[in-house]
Each structure stands twice: as C-alpha cells, then as structure tokens.
C-alpha cells in the first residue's frame, strides 16, 4: 500500500520559517517524483514545488521561488519542504503527492493549474497559517 503522510504544518508569523516533511512508503524515491501542493480557502490547488526521482531536478512556483527549498533524503524516503521568509499569503493547507511522470508535476508547479490527472499518490494536507 501506498501512502504519503504529510507533516510539520502550524502557526507562524510573517517572516519566520516552517519544514514540511512528506514520509513515503509503498514506493521507491528513486522511482516517483514528489511534488508539493497547497491550496488556500476559496482557491484551487496550486502546485508549489517539486523533485525528480533520483533527486537531480527541482522546480518551483514563481511565488516562493528564493524562499522555499524542496529537498529529499532518499534513504529515510523522506521529502521535504523548508519555508522560509514566509508571508500570510502562503497560508494554506499543503499536501505532497507522488507521480511518476515527473512532467506532470512540472507543468502544475509552473502553470500554477493542477489537474485531476497530477498525483498518482496524495497524502492528507497539512494546515500552515502565516499571521501578519
């Protein structure tokens, strides 16, 4: 079985800094792009970051380029998001999700639009709230 559980959300104010962790199992980091997504009340889900396979390509959304970090540790299967400088706008509730089709990911982090074809795996969501 697959699963992705996303964790780390929480309460902080404007400025300071947050880490997601996303702990995979069921398949391979090797394997399975991982990307993070996020998705504000009244707003679709935008996709905000993501890592090849293999670890050797990240993207990231306009938005919090500069100030998020997407890195992996395959060994523990572990994906993570640090968030720093971080503006009440990033607040959302962030969810990680697994593709094998690191393209997919690519194209939400980038056009901002996540279709229901992205993510052959999702984890629940993980609250983060950014207080001016």
């Known amino acids: 079985e697959v699963q992705l559980q996303a964790s780390g959300g929480g309460l902080v104010q404007a400025g300071g800094s947050l880490r997601l962790s996303c702990a995979v199992s069921?398949?391979?980091?090797?394997?399975?792009?991982i990307g993070w997504f996020r998705q504000a009340p009244g707003k679709e889900r935008e996709g905000v970051s993501c890592i090849s396979g293999g670890n050797n390509s990240t993207y990231y959304a306009d938005s919090v380029k500069g100030r998020f970090t997407i890195s992996s540790d395959n060994a523990k299967n572990i994906v993570y998001l640090e968030m720093n400088s971080m503006k009440p706008e990033d607040t959302a509730v962030y969810y990680c999700?697994?593709?094998?089709?690191?393209?997919?990911?690519?194209?939400?982090?980038?056009?901002?639009?996540?279709?229901?074809?992205?993510?052959?795996?999702w984890g629940q969501g993980t609250q983060v709230t950014v207080s001016s």
């Open positions: 069921g398949v391979s980091l090797d394997d399975y792009a």
């Open positions: 999700a697994a593709d094998l089709l690191y393209e997919f990911l690519i194209s939400a982090v980038v056009t901002g639009r996540t279709p229901v074809t992205v993510g052959d795996y």
